[in-house]
């Protein structure tokens, strides 16, 4: 998992970016534009190449952990989380065709970036396979 074998200035760059962006996903909590759980998932990645203890830190979280681990495990996006991914993406979208004036160029450029998002995010299962596991069976 982590690759502990990188330059030092590479370790400390890294680093600095997973502070960088776990301040970032702090942020996003209480600003409703600024994603949260992007920001930690590359905090996360940055911190698994530079620093074992911020990467256990980060897994071990109380109120990200869960979260952080079911991706980190396997590449779990919860329903909910689906839910507002597209949803922002679908808003932003309305209010870009609607009411930006923005270009057609730009208007069909941050469409296709919004659906490989929006493809990649609904291709992830919901629930890890455990999850499913002690779900009851539907009649």
Known sequence: MADFETSPPRRWALFFLGWLFTGLGVIGIFLPLLPTTP????????????????????????????LLRDW????????RAKVVAVGSMSIAMVWMVGWSGAPWPGIVAMGTVCLVGAGYVLSKPSRTAKADQSAPEAL
């Open 72 to 79: 980190e495990q396997h590449r779990v996006i919860p329903l």
């Open 39 to 66: 920001f930690l998932l590359l905090a996360l990645w940055c911190f698994a190449r530079s620093s074992r203890r911020f990467h256990s830190w980060l897994l071990n979280h109380s109120r990200f952990g869960p």
